[in-house]
Every structure is written in structure tokens, then in C-alpha cells.
């Protein structure tokens, strides 16, 4: 497993990655994106640009909470403006864009050439002695699949394990890649207790902590596809933890052991 995770306390796993030319192009300007309330996007970019010293907005989906979420808490901290926009006028944003036309636009989840290209830069860190056949990522937007197709020799295969329920189509060429569509484990940022357990087994065998929304359903579809024998004898399998531990703070205390 690559551990992203660990690269960074809050900028947590691929989306360091996702922003790191974003923050480039900026070029000073303030940074708008979008998110919700657990996002880890949100959060990563509003840490991002306190260390990089940008101004930055947070457009939020769903009016503005009574009680802020963890992840809220520590964006405002971080010094991003928060703006909370009804559901329907969130879909708006995301399709119109433009808010302020002087700040830089990063796309929800950092979905863009500059965020692949900042993806494709994972691989990099993985320890290429060790000759994996497959490389498998949880899969929201698909940005950091499409980083680590670009990236990856064409003899390894490239499986993105989908969080959203419904299928996902990529504007990516077909070759060495595949998307699983069957555990998302009842969809997006839903879980069902039989997925904590699985967290919590593998926790204790790995002493490795997954998140709920995306690492979490990635691992538990990997131990499916091996008990149906989907990849073939002998296969070396290298997982990439993306990180998004933060988003646990949203499961009551006590449902994860760690
Ligand atoms: C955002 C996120 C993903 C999804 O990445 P995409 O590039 O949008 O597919 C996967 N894992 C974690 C932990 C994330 O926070």
C-alpha cells in the first residue's frame, strides 16, 4: 500500500497532489472551489493556501449548518471564507463557473488537466522494485485515476474502485485501466456497518486506518476481488491510499477501533 496519508497531517493523500499546479496557476489570485461539508478537498485546500499564503473561498453545498462539521471548523481556521449556497444553486456554480472572474476557479474535487497532471506524480513515490502488475485507487471524480494511467507503464493494470453509486463515465482512452461499479456500499459517503467492520479487521491485522468514504470501500472491494480470484495467480497488487482520514470524524465514537 502507498501511503499518502502519511504525506501530510491535513493535505491529506492525492489532493496535495490535485492541487499542487493549481496553486501554481493561480499566481496570487484567490482560489474558489467547491465542496461539502466533510469534503476532504475543502480542507486541503484551505490548508494549502495558508502554507502557499493565497486567499481562498469555499463554496459549500446546503445552507449554512447550525453546527459546523469538524471539516468546516478547521477550513474557517485555516482562514477559508466559507459560503454556503442552496443544493440547486450549488449545481449552478459548478456547471456556470464564474463567480469572480479575478480568482482562480478549481474545479469541485480538483478536477482538471492541472490536477491530473499534479496525480500523475504519485507514482513516483511507490517503490518500483517491487514489479506490481496492478495498481488499484479508490475513484470519486476520477482525476487521480486518469494521473495514474498516464503515469503508469502500460504492463500495469490500472483499477479504479468507484465511491458513487450509478455508473461513471471518464473521458479517458481505453487501454491498461478498468472501473469497478459494484462497491460503493449503498453510495456516496454511505456505509453500512458490515464496511466499519471490515475497517476495523483490517485495522487490526495492518495497523493501517482507512476512511469511510473512499480508502475504506476501496480495500474491502480489493479482499472481494480476491476471494473471486478477479486477478490472476501471482499478480502483485499495489493499493494507493489516498488519504481523507479526516472524514471519520464524522462516524459517532466508538463504531472504529482506532
Ligand atoms: C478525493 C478523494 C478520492 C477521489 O479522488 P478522485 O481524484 O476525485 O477520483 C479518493 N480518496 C480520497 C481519500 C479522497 O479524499
Not at 104 to 122: D, H, K, L, M, T
Not at 123 to 151: E, F, N, P, R, V
Not at 200 to 228: E, W
Request: charged share 15%; hydrophobic share 40%; net charge positive.
Amino acid at each position: 500500500m502507498l501511503r499518502l496519508d502519511k504525506l501530510h497531517p491535513v493535505i491529506s493523500g492525492n489532493k496535495w497532489f490535485k492541487l499542487k499546479y493549481n496553486l501554481e496557476a493561480a499566481r496570487g489570485r484567490r482560489i474558489i472551489t467547491f465542496g461539502g461539508a466533510w469534503s476532504n478537498h475543502i480542507l486541503a485546500t484551505a490548508a494549502a493556501c495558508k502554507i502557499a499564503g493565497l486567499a481562498c473561498t469555499g463554496i459549500i453545498r446546503g445552507e449554512r449548518p447550525a453546527v459546523f462539521s469538524a471539516t468546516l471548523l478547521k477550513a474557517q481556521e485555516y482562514g477559508m471564507e466559507l459560503v454556503f449556497v442552496s443544493r440547486e444553486t450549488y449545481k449552478n456554480m459548478l456547471s456556470n463557473g464564474g463567480i469572480d472572474s479575478n480568482a482562480y476557479i478549481i474545479p469541485e474535487g480538483g478536477n482538471n488537466p492541472e490536477g491530473i497532471r499534479g496525480a500523475a506524480e504519485i507514482l513516483s513515490l511507490a517503490d518500483t522494485s517491487s514489479a506490481h502488475t496492478d495498481i488499484i485507487c479508490a475513484t470519486g471524480t476520477g482525476t487521480t485515476l486518469a494521473g495514474l494511467i498516464s503515469s503508469a507503464p502500460a504492463h500495469q493494470h490500472i483499477t479504479g474502485i468507484s465511491v458513487l453509486k450509478g455508473p461513471l463515465t471518464l473521458p479517458i482512452a481505453p487501454g491498461n485501466w478498468s472501473l469497478q461499479h459494484d462497491f460503493h456500499e449503498g453510495g456516496y459517503a454511505k456505509a453500512m456497518p458490515r464496511l466499519y467492520d471490515f475497517m476495523n479487521d483490517f485495522f487490526r491485522q495492518t495497523a493501517i486506518p482507512l476512511d469511510r468514504v473512499y480508502t475504506g470501500k476501496m480495500a474491502f472491494a480489493v479482499q472481494q476481488l480476491i476471494q473471486r480470484q478477479h486477478f490472476k495467480p501471482g499478480s502483485r497488487l499495489l493499493l494507493i491510499h489516498t488519504g481523507g482520514l479526516q472524514g471519520n470524524d464524522s462516524i459517532p465514537p466508538g463504531v472504529l477501533c482506532f
